[in-house]
């Protein structure tokens, strides 16, 4: 067996180890009861050594080292499949077992105190065990730092989209943050002259808002055949590509949120449903990163469903699924109220036009934590000083403020930005994908995402990791990843 | 670290790999879209493989050996452990890799054919697959018969039930077969004689059959913080003991049967929710064998739920779950109900009193095919034929005849006998627990099932598996296992 080869069954059990995990980890946020916790824990973690030992064995250096000797022998997705492994090696050989297992141990831990530190509003409380996980980072980011010769950030970054660096994102956040202010107050002074719009009274129920969701997934694609919708307390999309598990949850008063948030799920489940089957279980044809990822999502969630097409069609449905009628379930009336601009404190409730600015702050915040500038006592007062000066408004507590988000106490640091580049990119793809096909819009007023679909099939899923993000979009869009289309995008719908 | 504590280290990562692959079993049959059955094969197949690896690692040879010679340091638990690793050893080490996946394949690929091919009543498009499955199981017979000193079944049998020899099952089923038929027939006669049941009026609607399964599984000590009740083709009991999944499946017409299934899983999980925590992931540790797991289900659902005792406390919620009213819904009318006697052709449907003729059947039928005397090809036709010389009756086809099990398919040769032996074990533990504690009965009128599960729990659940089977009983009951007190309790029940 060559030495590639070889490299490709290797990675293929790690594969299969990730998608075990993948569905413990939907089952622990969608089925399990709380008193699974600890044994989940357990089982989560021991899967995470058997990868880490086989992600670690000795004889992946000289196979990688062999394989490269021979890359003239690939074609080019075997060489990016090459690449791409080399990859993934240095992550795992950067950081030893014991490193491993406290990274595990610690954001376990610190996740499940979050879980009432959050409800009680308790960042004391937290504040230990969070500074430990900081710590733990700290340590896995230097020592990636060294194997991939870039910053400690840098190297963070590089788990969720490969080759980000900050001085990138620096630059972007800098444009961004100059344009949005302005683009913010006129959209808010827009909105104020004109009319209200009408309420959507409840009751909602439940069994009402999900079979809404289920057949507005199967408009989009969405094939129940290989995939399910479950509640948790945070939407995700988790499972595998033949098994696509998307999440929502449902507030009985209020269905637009969880209707969104099933449609944006949808968006990174077409992108999974979507990849390289010739490719699968092996790392280049997985998705690329969390930028194109997150640009999936936002969309078919920003771009295509929060647009006055997709709702044109939309609004008979959402009205049928409730059975409601009159003027507030019209297209226009559901366009207003899924077009507020509202600043507030908590990101996921964001509109998007502030949703950057509460990335930014995450974004600088863990920078400063990473680079031993802020310590996690100091999280709090640099929080609200952040939110005063990025969104002019201060947190009612900590609770509403630095404790609302899952991804510290779980250890995500360099995950958050790419929910704003993941906006770019969704802006930037969409104006692409109208250029090159009159058709898109015109079919989603008619419930018809086949040509849009097809675009993104064509010009991102199937191409897996073959490219690097920027690639990706040069190929599809004429240019690497940059802010103009996301700004004409916002100028366009917030300020017509 | 002594060669005791290095194999319960290695023994831990088994047990953890199996609670792994026990949640995506579980998964698989009660969320798991159809489309996910491939991806799904293909990940447990490889955790099978990583299991494997693990257990028939070279260094477990030399450690057991180790641990063995020095065994007078280890208390009685720990020495049963050791007992307990070195049968697994020897299932492990007697059967190679390729054999390990040929039959994880044979078996996938058979069952989700079986899924379609009972529907369809196709033997035909079934048989290729299956004769498949019993090649692999006759290899892997042949291999673990050399390695226990023991017959190709017998070596079968002991995966289920460690110990178990087909020369005792032969005496013990010969003792029920010559006992059954005349019992059957006067049971029969007397249920002509006596009043036919009222009717039990439908539609029930599934979440309130829900709601009252989970009533009584609370009832009965199911602890919700630590296990679900949920759907699935066929009832069973999964997860792992802090986590215990139960499913059954619901009748629109008939709530009766899904609430004796809640019921009978019900069994199943006290004893996984009652094993000796001090020994968790350490095979001593865990369940005893599948009649006593078997033993636990059957005392609950045929000696207590379907006795007159419980349901005198259970009618009125039975009642009050499905909004019923009148003489029907009295305790006297569902006890008719519950005790009905009617030879079928279905084994999941049969009373107590005609299920060990179903046992008896294929443990005859699976017994042949492994001893190569009986051709997959020949199956319907000997199935038939035992069914006529059994109950007299002749299945309408083979869907409700030979396809009606998924066990086969599924590569669980020795698997069978344990039903009929379970419910030997469950009337001779009954009848002990009783005679121990004469508050069991009375409290179970009062809907109080604390003494009884306190009597199981210290007599059964929390031995684990410290000593085999018939010790378990000899201690419980004062004699190992027989058919003495099926026997008393069949007469008793359906004679009196």
Redesign the interface.
């Known amino acids: 067996m060559s030495a590639y080869a070889e490299l490709e069954r290797r990675f293929r059990?790690l594969a299969?180890?990730d998608?075990?995990a993948a569905?413990?980890a939907w089952?622990k946020a969608a089925?399990?009861?709380?008193?699974?916790a600890?044994?989940?824990a357990?089982?989560l973690a021991?899967?995470e050594v058997?990868r880490h030992q086989a992600a670690t064995d000795p004889a992946l250096a000289d196979l990688l080292d062999a394989a490269e000797a021979d890359e003239a022998a690939l074609d080019g997705w075997r060489a990016a499949n090459l690449a791409e492994m080399r990859r993934r090696w240095r992550h795992a050989n950067a950081v030893d077992a014991g490193l491993v297992v406290a990274f595990s141990r610690a954001t376990s831990r610190c996740e499940m105190r979050w879980r009432t530190a959050r409800v009680e509003n308790d960042f004391a409380g937290l504040a230990p065990d969070l500074a430990r996980v900081v710590d733990v980072v700290r340590e896995i980011a230097a020592a990636k730092a060294d194997a991939f010769g870039c910053g400690p950030y840098d190297a963070l970054l590089d788990q969720f989209e490969p080759g980000a660096r900050s001085a990138r994102i620096d630059a972007l956040f800098a444009d961004l943050g100059a344009f949005l202010p302005d683009v913010l107050d006129r959209a808010l002074a827009a909105q104020a002259a004109a009319p209200e719009p009408l309420p959507l009274d409840g009751p909602f129920a439940e069994a009402d808002q999900r079979a809404l969701g289920e057949r507005l997934m199967a408009a989009l694609g969405f094939?129940?055949?290989?995939?399910?919708l479950d509640v948790s307390h945070h939407p995700f999309t988790g499972?595998?590509?033949?098994?696509v598990r998307l999440t929502t949850r449902y507030e009985r008063d209020d269905f637009t949120k969880a209707l969104m948030a099933v449609l944006h799920e949808t968006g990174h489940a077409l992108y999974e449903m979507g990849l390289p089957r010739e490719w699968r279980?092996r790392p280049v044809g997985e998705a690329r990163g969390m930028v194109l990822h997150e640009g999936q999502s936002l969309l078919i969630e920003m771009q295509v469903c929060r647009g006055s097409e997709f709702l044109t069609f939309a609004a008979p449905l959402i009205a049928e699924a409730f059975g409601r009628e009159g003027p507030a379930w019209s297209a226009d009336n559901l366009l207003r109220h899924y077009r507020r601009v509202a600043p507030g404190p908590i990101r996921v409730d964001a509109d998007e036009v502030t949703y950057p600015a509460h990335v930014i702050l995450r974004y600088r915040l863990e920078k400063a934590m990473i680079a031993g500038d802020l310590a996690v006592a100091d999280l709090p007062a640099a929080w609200n000083e952040g939110m005063r000066d990025l969104l002019g408004l201060a947190p009612p507590d900590d609770r509403d403020g630095c404790l609302q988000d899952i991804h510290w106490p779980d250890g995500a640091f360099g995950y958050f930005p790419t929910y704003t580049l993941g906006a770019l990119a969704a802006a930037q793809l969409y104006a692409a994908a109208r250029a090159a096909d009159a058709d898109i819009v015109p079919a989603v007023m008619r419930g018809d995402f086949a040509p849009l679909v097809g675009w993104l099939r064509a010009n991102v899923h199937a191409l897996g990791s073959r490219h690097t993000t920027d690639e990706v979009l040069v190929r599809a869009t004429g240019r690497p990843l940059d802010a103009a289309a996301f700004k004409r995008h916002l100028e366009a719908r917030y300020l017509a």
Chains 1, 2 share one sequence.
């Open positions: 059990r299969l180890l998608e075990a569905v413990l089952d089925m399990m009861p709380a008193g699974g600890a044994a989940r357990e089982q021991e899967l058997v094939d129940f055949d290989h995939g399910r499972g595998v590509p033949e098994d279980r």
